[in-house]
């Protein structure tokens, strides 16, 4: 089955004193383009929930959104750094009573100053926070493939009915195309008819110029190529995969040969079915744009 590059998926998860959520949200792209936003004490995760989620995506601009929230108490310590915070006050106590500047020392003012404190954090086992942080991704993963599988199959669905639609159309071109001959050899033969008033006809120079008719006219190669394709975009389509890249090429040949089959053919009827192909074709180029 064939999957949508759009779609959504959220999973939390509690982890000792953590509680993390996951967000993943993907939208059409050429190409892949993962972004990972978590918070910046956690970055070291990153690239390991990148490469997570590029096992799972080939295509689409995904987005991973992770926030992560201590439900527990904090083992935290602050202290002060006494020899830098002496070292800071005998400084200021020289500057105010060698240069008479006013003494306005406080606690907020020394509290902004540069390693005043001490802050002491328990040692963080990143490992086993980053096999948190990817089982919670997994699990928003899998709500995300299967929304994308959901939209998959109506994609799928749709392909496939427009691709019988246009098969329709290429065999009523290839009933089609005989009688056009036939037509023409018949208008040519009343026209010479006419010219001539009764004179004797040359059949032989009317069976060669219908016979050169017939021969820049015929679509026989572009019908056989096109029921080709055709048949390559079902079997592309329900093998499933990673496939939208190939689905866009094979679409450019079957508008090179429709439009090969509207060049050929002068007659209205047939312009008209090469019309409602390539609009089938356009609905099919819309579709793939959102396949992966």
Do not use: W
């Not at 008209?272 to 579709?287: D, G, P, T, Y």
């Amino acid at each position: 089955m064939i999957k949508s590059m759009t779609g959504y998926g959220r999973a939390v998860r509690a982890d000792g004193d953590l509680e993390i959520t996951a967000e993943i949200r993907a939208v059409n792209n050429r190409y892949l383009d993962c972004t990972v936003k978590l918070p910046r004490l956690y970055g070291y995760a990153e690239d390991p929930i990148k490469q997570r989620v590029k096992a799972r995506v080939s295509r689409g601009k995904v987005d991973v959104f992770l926030t992560v929230n201590h439900t527990g108490g904090t083992d935290v310590s602050v202290s002060l750094n006494r020899p830098v915070l002496e070292g800071y006050l005998a400084a200021m106590k020289a500057m105010a009573a060698e240069y008479a500047v006013r003494d306005d020392i406080s606690v907020s003012s020394l509290s902004r100053l540069p390693e005043v404190f001490l802050v002491d954090k328990p040692e963080v086992d990143e490992e086993a926070v980053t096999a948190a942080l990817l089982e919670t991704v997994d699990g928003a993963l899998e709500q995300f493939d299967a929304m994308r599988a959901t939209e998959g199959a109506a994609l799928e669905a749709d392909i496939l009915s427009r691709g019988q639609t246009i098969l329709e159309r290429v065999s009523e071109v290839e009933a089609r195309s005989p009688e056009t001959v036939a037509e023409y050899r018949a208008r040519l033969l009343a026209k010479m008819r006419e010219v001539l008033s009764g004179a004797a006809l040359d059949e032989s120079r009317i069976l060669t110029e219908a016979a050169l008719y017939a021969d820049k006219v015929a679509v026989d190669e572009e019908t056989v190529r096109l029921r080709s394709h055709l048949k390559q975009l079902a079997s592309m389509v329900q093998g499933g995969g990673p496939i939208g890249r190939k689905l866009d090429f094979l679409l450019q040949e079957m508008n090179r040969e429709t439009n090969t089959i509207g060049s050929k053919c002068v007659d209205l009827n047939i312009s008209e079915i090469v019309v409602e192909m390539k609009a089938e074709l356009e609905k099919i180029r819309e579709q793939i744009q959102n396949v992966e």
